[in-house]
């Protein structure tokens, strides 16, 4: 094999840098492997991590017997089990499938049913009344509920942040702009050429999400499944309106998607989507005016109050969906190399499960791997709303945000951390700078000077097109 343009040498190579793969290499690192992780970008979690609902699942809903639901509960669990070592914010406001019509009303009983078959004790129906109760802003035309207690919301960029600076604190490696090109297999090793170099290794691990099908082709030559990107599309209303939405508002599911979300965010904002959009681009993450309209109109048929609320920002995310439901998860024991393909809507929550999967099947090889006795634990940025956040402790310099109370010292922590901001994307979703109500107009001159000659392009370029806001 061709070493001359070697850039690491390693036992795993983890491929993509979204929270799955994120949470992977964290995992391998636990392990005691010694492990790289391979982003296409300019920073992680560019592409399809960057637009999600950032809420913790139960798994009350997911496909029964599945490895989808065997990951999103063990995710969701391993997720409570570490979230204080990693400074990861929590909120745990509940969730209720309210049904609309009575024809909703009528599939509640199954969605209750699956719940407790998946195991999740504490569901249950609520009536009209109840439902009032608990959430006295929505609209009054609903019909009941099943109340979820158990879901969460979390910080859907923090967590993965926080999960592969934890692998790098304990010997991970991380190289961006660093697009898989060709692998080469001995029977033993891997040498996998990058744009950024090549990485030779005993183990990969794909999961490159919306280009987890190309990646497979261009190395194994083969590949089980096509992507088929799927766009859902946001809108974010101010935070005047929190106080309107106590809890998750979920619809009756559909065969085909899991519906239109209200959401309160960890952030101190409402959300309602995402849409289910099919299209070819794995890039166009563009909003639409008139899907727009339609997302706020539905919203404001739940929660007519959010009529008189400014919206914040729009935004969207691209699920990597395949021909075909269920997780994409497959295992080339011959070749090393495990596919995690297909991680769609709940790939926030089943990451860290995903990652326990992994492991299991790492077992069942002559790994050698020992895992780490006393593994050094890493810190996420605080952000969310309700928790102590740095301008509340001296020393800050100045408040560079005022909208999302950034403040200077977080602008450069983010800039100098072992896995750096490299793109102002990557420096929101870190901070939250530019993402509040006058989305970046006042802050901007001050980023500039202070991301001078940190980022690829300049602050007014953008590497991740067609993102209002992420």
């Not at 914010?89 to 909703?104: F, L």
């Not at 766009?231 to 979920?250: M, P, T």
């Not at 914040?312 to 998860?329: L, M, S």
Request: with cysteine; glycine share 8%.
């Amino acid at each position: 094999m061709e070493k001359n343009n070697l850039l690491a040498r390693v036992e795993v190579l983890v491929i993509g840098g979204g929270v799955v793969g994120c949470a992977v290499a964290r995992q391998m690192v636990m392990d005691g492997a010694k492990v790289a992780l391979v982003e296409k970008s300019s920073d992680i979690l560019a592409g399809a991590s960057k637009g999600n609902s950032a809420i913790l699942h139960t798994g009350f809903d997911a496909p029964t017997g599945t490895l989808e639901q065997e990951c999103v509960q063990s995710g969701y669990a391993q997720y409570l089990k570490i979230r204080e070592s990693l400074n990861l914010p929590i909120e745990k406001v509940g969730a209720n499938v309210v049904a609309w019509n009575s024809e909703q009303e009528e599939k509640l009983v199954n969605v209750l049913e699956k719940g407790l078959n998946n195991g999740v004790s504490d569901i249950k129906l609520l009536s009209k009344k109840e439902v009032g109760q608990a959430e006295p802003h929505l609209a009054h035309h609903l019909k009941a509920a099943v109340s979820v207690p158990g879901e969460y919301i979390v910080d859907p960029w923090s967590s993965p942040y926080a999960y592969l600076l934890q692998s790098v604190e304990n010997g991970g490696e991380v190289f961006c702009n660093a697009e898989v090109l060709s692998g080469e297999f001995d029977g033993e090793k891997w040498l996998i050429k990058t744009a950024a170099g090549d990485i030779s290794c005993r183990y990969v691990i794909n999961s490159a999400g919306l280009y987890g099908d190309i990646v497979n082709q261009r190395v194994l030559k083969d590949c089980d499944f096509v992507i088929r990107p799927r766009k859902g599309q946001f809108i974010v209303f101010d935070k005047s309106a929190r106080e309107l939405l106590n809890g998750i508002i979920l619809p009756v599911p559909t065969e085909r998607t899991k519906g239109i979300v209200l959401f309160p965010t960890i952030f101190g904002n409402i959300v309602v989507g995402p849409t289910a959009e099919e299209q070819d681009s794995r890039t166009d993450a563009g909003v639409v005016e008139e899907t727009l309209r339609q997302l706020q109109a539905q919203a404001v048929e739940m929660l007519p109050e959010l009529a008189q609320t400014q919206i914040t920002a729009t935004f969207a995310g691209i699920r990597p969906a395949t021909e075909k439901k269920h997780y994409r998860v497959s295992q080339n024991k011959d070749k090393n190399w495990i596919t995690l393909g297909g991680i769609r809507s709940t790939g926030l929550t089943s990451a860290l499960g995903l990652g326990l999967h992994v492991s299991k099947l790492f077992a069942k090889l002559d790994a050698n791997f020992k895992k780490l006795d006393n593994p050094l634990s890493a810190k996420a940025p605080m952000l969310a709303e309700k928790f102590p956040r740095d301008f509340n402790s001296k020393g800050y310099e100045e408040m560079v945000c005022h909208c999302e109370l950034v403040t200077k010292r977080e602008i450069v922590n983010a800039l100098n951390s072992k896995i750096p901001a490299k793109s102002l994307s990557g420096l929101k979703r870190r901070t939250r700078a530019t993402m509040g109500r006058c989305q970046g107009f006042y802050c901007s001159a001050k980023l500039s000077k202070l991301t001078e000659g940190k980022f690829n392009n300049s602050l007014s370029v953008d590497d991740e097109r067609g993102v209002v806001n992420d």
